[in-house]
């Protein structure tokens, strides 16, 4: 089944894709479709993966767990199967805690976060769903739980990245590879 779709055809590889899409098989055993999908245009793949590496992977204030709970909650409001299905599945394996994960496809809210998360996926989702709204008071309260400058940057980064990833993955019906499903579904342990 395509990744997307629309009709694209792949370009052929250059590579450093190639030796990426070759690190993605060795470590998670296939490319996210998501990459698939970027594959008709090397200039596009580089660039979104080179966001999304920085963004997701780099040195953060923020523990990769915090920045895929992003992605989540963003992606709730959203209703992006692609990535609710792909970052869920990132939260379950990261956090261990597979309700957690089903949680934040869900509803946040329901989760059992500390007072920090919360409020940083409150300001996501408030970024996401009314972002004329967004204002000093709200940096504030970010900076009296504890989130630096450099923090609140990476929030709002990881929030208009899969803002933009949302829009993407539904304008060309992107589907989730089928092992995102299956994936830390048991309890670490």
Same mark, same amino acid.
């Given at each position: 089944?395509?990744?997307?779709?629309? $009709?694209?055809?792949?370009?052929?590889?250059?590579?450093?894709?190639?030796?990426?899409? +070759?690190?993605?098989?060795?470590?998670? &055993?296939?490319?996210?479709?998501?990459?698939?999908?970027?594959?008709?245009?090397?200039?596009?793949?580089?660039?979104?993966?080179?966001?999304? !590496?920085?963004?997701?992977?780099?040195?953060? $204030?923020?523990?990769?767990?915090?920045?895929?709970?992003?992605?989540?909650?963003?992606?709730? #409001?959203?209703?992006?199967?692609?990535?609710?299905?792909?970052? $869920?599945?990132?939260?379950?394996?990261?956090? &261990?805690?597979? #309700?957690?994960?089903?949680?934040?496809?869900? !509803?946040? /809210?329901?989760? /059992?976060?500390? $007072?920090?998360? /919360?409020?940083?996926?409150?300001?996501?989702?408030?970024?996401?769903?009314?972002?004329?709204?967004?204002?000093?008071?709200?940096?504030?309260?970010?900076?009296?739980? &504890?989130?630096?400058? /450099?923090?609140?940057? +990476?929030?709002?980064?990881?929030?208009?990245?899969?803002?933009?990833? !949302?829009?993407?993955?539904?304008?060309?019906?992107?589907?989730? !590879?089928?092992?995102?499903?299956?994936?830390?579904?048991?309890?670490? &342990?």
């Amino acid at each position: 089944m395509p990744a997307i779709a629309l $009709g694209l055809a792949p370009a052929e590889l250059d590579a450093p894709t190639k030796a990426y899409f +070759d690190k993605c098989m060795e470590k998670i &055993g296939f490319v996210p479709n998501v990459l698939a999908a970027y594959a008709f245009d090397m200039a596009k793949l580089s660039a979104f993966s080179a966001m999304y !590496n920085d963004l997701m992977l780099a040195p953060s $204030g923020l523990t990769k767990l915090e920045r895929e709970m992003i992605a989540v909650a963003v992606s709730s #409001v959203n209703r992006c199967y692609y990535c609710l299905t792909a970052h $869920g599945a990132a939260v379950r394996q990261l956090s &261990g805690d597979p #309700v957690l994960g089903e949680q934040m496809v869900m !509803n946040y /809210r329901a989760a /059992r976060l500390d $007072g920090r998360q /919360r409020a940083m996926l409150d300001f996501a989702v408030k970024l996401t769903e009314r972002p004329h709204e967004v204002e000093e008071a709200d940096r504030d309260g970010l900076r009296r739980l &504890g989130f630096s400058e /450099r923090d609140i940057w +990476d929030i709002a980064a990881v929030t208009a990245f899969f803002n933009m990833s !949302n829009r993407i993955a539904s304008a060309t019906d992107m589907r989730p !590879n089928e092992a995102y499903h299956a994936q830390a579904r048991t309890p670490a &342990g």
